[in-house]
Nanobody
Framework: VQLQASGGGLVQTGGSLRLSCAAS????????MGWFRQAPGKEREFVAA????????YYTDSVKGRFTISRDNAKNTVYLQMNSLKPEDTAVYYC?????????????????WGQGTQVTVSS
């Protein structure tokens, strides 16, 4: 299983970015997907998750109302639309493939990880 994340970059406060994660090598549509992030000196934290069909999503409180996770199973791709970005959103963002069909929050539920894409929000 390979996950390739892209779409990161430098943006000003209040701006938007759309991250993409292309999956290959497994039955993408059968599993939940998630996004995590890791800021310098901090642990990797959960951001958002989506179940196998895209019908259920879950977000950490700090991004609710600003970020939207979605998936296109025909394209084997999961997205993270990030709006109203803040400096505290600055981190390396990782996509991950779950071992279940649901919206998993725990890192331990994810078996497959992408390489990460840097998001930097300037103040």
């Amino acid at each position: 299983v390979q996950l390739q994340a892209s779409g990161g970059g430098l943006v000003q406060t209040g701006g938007s970015l759309r991250l993409s994660c292309a999956a290959s090598g497994r039955t993408f549509s059968s599993y939940g997907m998630g996004w995590f992030r890791q800021a310098p000196g901090k642990e990797r934290e959960f951001v958002a998750a989506i179940n196998w069909s895209g019908g259920s999503t879950y977000y950490t409180d700090s991004v609710k109302g600003r970020f939207t996770i979605s998936r296109d199973n025909a394209k084997n791709t999961v997205y993270l639309q990030m709006n109203s970005l803040k400096p505290e959103d600055t981190a390396v963002y990782y996509c991950a493939g779950s071992s279940t069909r649901g919206t998993d929050i725990a890192r331990e539920s994810y078996r497959h990880w992408g390489q990460g894409t840097q998001v930097t929000v300037s103040s």
